[in-house]
């Protein structure tokens, strides 16, 4: 049986018998494969219009889709469409450092993955199980942080931030349930008690308040 590539990450896959005195030099490329594979950083440009980008994965070959970390550059001026191929199974490090307020979409050839919004210049961590590309965080069932860490919501510029966290000690662990629509100008965020948020008129609840402390 002579030898195969595997279909996720294009490594040869080598039977007793073949490659006769070539064996250490087709090692050798294994390993450099399986090190970008898990390692490897490349910048791709996808500066233009609007278009697809294919990422290639070849036998053998030092090739951008199987990199750990891609980062996506240049000036676009239209919705951008980058795609790996469909038989890859792997996790990939995303930063779309693109200048131009459009998307850029990830995905395999046939199937589907995530989007970066027009104003959206980060990174994500995506995995692809040899059909679609899966935003990680969009799956997370819970997020723990510790310490006190924030939650940090950035301006436009991503200079400044609103940071939300925890106070330096909770007496009894609780959550909050937000809202299930938005609620009018000059509303306030309530709570029922057990934990359920809601939009009320604030100047309403004061006024209401002052009354009963006069009037009893």
Same mark, same amino acid.
Do not use: C
């Given at each position: 049986? !002579?030898?195969?590539?595997?279909?996720?990450?294009?490594?040869?896959?080598?039977?007793?018998?073949?490659?006769?005195?070539?064996?250490? #030099?087709?090692?050798?490329?294994?390993?450099?494969?399986?090190? @970008?594979?898990?390692?490897?950083?490349?910048?791709?440009?996808?500066?233009?219009?609007?278009?697809?980008?294919?990422?290639?994965?070849?036998?053998?070959?030092?090739?951008?889709?199987?990199?750990?970390?891609?980062?996506?550059?240049?000036?676009?001026?239209?919705?951008?469409?980058?795609?790996?191929?469909?038989?890859?199974?792997?996790?990939?490090?995303?930063?779309?450092?693109?200048?131009?307020?459009?998307?850029?979409?990830?995905?395999?050839?046939?199937?589907?993955?995530?989007?970066?919004?027009?104003?959206?210049?980060?990174?994500?961590?995506?995995?692809?199980?040899?059909?679609?590309?899966? #935003?990680?965080?969009?799956?997370?069932?819970?997020?723990?942080?510790?310490? @006190?860490?924030?939650?940090?919501?950035?301006?436009?510029?991503?200079?400044?931030?609103?940071?939300?966290?925890?106070?330096?000690?909770?007496?009894?662990?609780?959550?909050?349930?937000?809202?299930?629509?938005?609620?009018? %100008?000059?509303?306030?965020?309530?709570?029922?008690?057990?934990? !359920?948020? %809601?939009?009320?008129?604030?100047?309403?609840?004061?006024?209401?308040? !002052?009354?009963?402390?006069?009037?009893?």
């Amino acid at each position: 049986m !002579a030898s195969s590539y595997s279909t996720d990450l294009k490594l040869e896959l080598m039977v007793t018998g073949e490659n006769s005195g070539t064996w250490g #030099d087709k090692t050798n490329t294994n390993l450099n494969l399986v090190q @970008q594979a898990i390692a490897g950083y490349e910048a791709v440009s996808i500066a233009g219009g609007a278009q697809t980008t294919a990422l290639a994965m070849t036998n053998a070959t030092l090739s951008n889709a199987r990199n750990a970390v891609i980062e996506l550059t240049g000036t676009i001026t239209g919705n951008q469409i980058v795609t790996i191929p469909n038989s890859i199974e792997k996790v990939y490090i995303v930063k779309n450092t693109t200048s131009g307020a459009y998307t850029v979409q990830f995905k395999t050839v046939s199937g589907t993955g995530p989007t970066f919004a027009t104003t959206d210049k980060g990174t994500k961590i995506l995995y692809a199980d040899g059909t679609n590309v899966t #935003d990680l965080f969009s799956e997370l069932s819970q997020l723990n942080l510790t310490n @006190q860490n924030e939650v940090r919501f950035e301006d436009s510029t991503g200079g400044e931030y609103v940071g939300l966290k925890a106070p330096a000690t909770v007496g009894s662990s609780f959550s909050l349930t937000l809202p299930t629509a938005d609620g009018s %100008s000059g509303n306030g965020l309530t709570t029922n008690g057990a934990g !359920a948020l %809601s939009f009320s008129d604030v100047a309403s609840t004061g006024k209401a308040i !002052a009354m009963a402390l006069v009037f009893g």
